[in-house]
C-alpha cells in the first residue's frame, strides 16, 4: 500500500519577481545537509494543503503568504531517510507580507536569481523538475522514484 509522507515546497519570489527565497540546510544529521531548497514541510492531519504552506512559511521564513500558485505535484517514492515516499505540493508564492530571517532552525536564508538556480547545490532531482516551477506552462504532475539516496528516473505530465 502507498501511504506517503504528504508535504508542501514553497518558493518565495521577491517583489520583482527575479528572485526566490531559500534555506541552506545545515543543522547537523539533516538529510538535506549541504543543500539549497525552497520552504515547507510535512502537512498536519487538521490541515489542507494550502493551510500547510502558510503555516511552514510562518514557522521557517516569518511571512504571511498573501498569494500562491500550486504550480505542481511530485510523488518521491523512497526518498526519505528510512526510504519512506513522500507527496509534495509544490507552490510558487507571489504574495507575501513580512521580513525573513537571516536564518531558521534549518540554516541560513538568502535570495537567488531564479535564472541562477542550477549552479547552487541541491539535490539532483531538483534539477529536473524546477524549471517547470518557474515557466509559464500549466502545473506539472510527476514521479520520481529514489534508489540509495539518488533519482532513478523522472516522468511528468502537463494536463
Not at 76 to 86: L, R, S, T, V
Request: aromatic residues 12%; charged residues 25%; negative net charge.
Amino acid at each position: 500500500m502507498f501511504t506517503p509522507v504528504i508535504g508542501t515546497l514553497g518558493y518565495v519570489l521577491s517583489t520583482d519577481g527575479t528572485r526566490v527565497l531559500l534555506v541552506h540546510r545545515s543543522r547537523q544529521g539533516d538529510q538535506h545537509a549541504g543543500k539549497w531548497n525552497g520552504l515547507g514541510g510535512k502537512l498536519e492531519p487538521d490541515e489542507d494543503v494550502y493551510t500547510c504552506l502558510c503555516r511552514e512559511l510562518r514557522e521557517e521564513a516569518g511571512i504571511e503568504v498573501v498569494a500562491a500558485r500550486l504550480r505542481g505535484t511530485i510523488s518521491w517514492p523512497g526518498f526519505g531517510a528510512g526510504g519512506e515516499d513522500w507527496f509534495g505540493f509544490v507552490f510558487v508564492v507571489d504574495g507575501w507580507t513580512g521580513t525573513p530571517p537571516e536564518r531558521n532552525d534549518d540554516g541560513p536564508l538568502a535570495w537567488h536569481a531564479i535564472d541562477e538556480l542550477a549552479t547552487l547545490p541541491m539535490w539532483e532531482g531538483d534539477r529536473a523538475w524546477l524549471p517547470l516551477v518557474f515557466d509559464d506552462g500549466p502545473a506539472f504532475h510527476g514521479v520520481m522514484p529514489y534508489v540509495d539516496g539518488r533519482p532513478a528516473s523522472w516522468t511528468s505530465t502537463r494536463p
